[in-house]
């Protein structure tokens, strides 16, 4: 968000798998020990969809990433929610599977990610993007899961609408996608 909002920043990798995110310096910004997290000129907020509420009423731009009228900002929510709930428990959860070697059922996650990519498709069959005919914050937080779903064994293969979503966010002027993770053989 930062990058399409065109904001100076600075990313600071944390190795997770030696608990750096459980140290108290990094708990202190995110008290869940939860990434991303960010510290701006000493406004510090944890939690993905805050912060991008946070930038987009922060840094206003002449492009409404987050619309005002009820049922926009209501649509825009659903997916925030979406983002949180169903995106976290499918795709992200079967991504922190195959990457990570999480304790997580496999098989549910990805089961979980076919039934939300199948509401998506649909969706997505009728609208260019999750909330309506322009990108939102909610696109931009259902974006880098569903993209690197393949990681998590998750094909996308069958969604034709959702790949072609993912080029339309990529195609976006300073866009800056997430880099792929390479995976074990056999994944």
């Given at each position: 968000?930062?990058?399409?909002?065109?904001?100076?920043?600075?990313?600071?990798?944390?190795?997770?798998?030696?608990?750096?995110?459980?140290?108290?310096?990094?708990?202190?910004?995110?008290?869940?020990?939860?990434v991303p997290a960010i510290d701006?000129?000493?406004?510090?907020?944890?939690?993905?969809?805050?912060?991008?509420?946070?930038?987009?009423?922060?840094?206003?731009t002449n492009y409404d990433w987050?619309?005002?009228?009820?049922?926009?900002?209501?649509?825009?929510?659903?997916?925030?929610?979406?983002?949180?709930?169903?995106?976290?428990?499918?795709?992200?959860?079967?991504?922190?599977?195959?990457?990570?070697?999480?304790?997580?059922?496999?098989?549910?996650?990805?089961?979980?990610?076919?039934?939300?990519?199948?509401?998506?498709?649909?969706?997505?069959?009728?609208?260019?993007?999750?909330?309506?005919?322009?990108?939102?914050?909610?696109?931009?937080?259902?974006?880098?899961?569903?993209?690197?779903?393949?990681e998590g064994g998750v094909s996308?293969?069958?969604?034709?609408?959702?790949?072609?979503?993912?080029?339309?966010?990529?195609?976006?002027?300073?866009?800056?996608?997430?880099?792929?993770?390479?995976?074990?053989?056999?994944?």
């Amino acid at each position: 968000m930062m990058a399409l909002l065109d904001l100076p920043y600075q990313t600071i990798d944390l190795d997770m798998a030696n608990g750096a995110h459980k140290a108290s310096s990094f708990l202190a910004m995110s008290p869940f020990g939860q990434v991303p997290a960010i510290d701006d000129n000493g406004v510090t907020l944890c939690d993905s969809n805050a912060i991008l509420i946070y930038l987009v009423k922060s840094y206003p731009t002449n492009y409404d990433w987050l619309p005002d009228t009820p049922e926009a900002a209501a649509e825009v929510q659903r997916w925030l929610s979406v983002a949180a709930g169903e995106i976290a428990h499918g795709p992200s959860a079967a991504r922190l599977v195959t990457v990570f070697n999480a304790p997580l059922d496999h098989e549910r996650a990805k089961a979980a990610a076919h039934r939300l990519f199948a509401v998506m498709e649909q969706t997505l069959k009728v609208r260019d993007f999750l909330a309506g005919s322009a990108i939102t914050i909610a696109d931009v937080a259902g974006y880098s899961y569903i993209a690197h779903a393949p990681e998590g064994g998750v094909s996308l293969d069958g969604y034709p609408s959702i790949r072609a979503w993912l080029k339309r966010i990529e195609s976006q002027e300073r866009f800056v996608g997430m880099a792929r993770t390479p995976l074990p053989e056999g994944v």
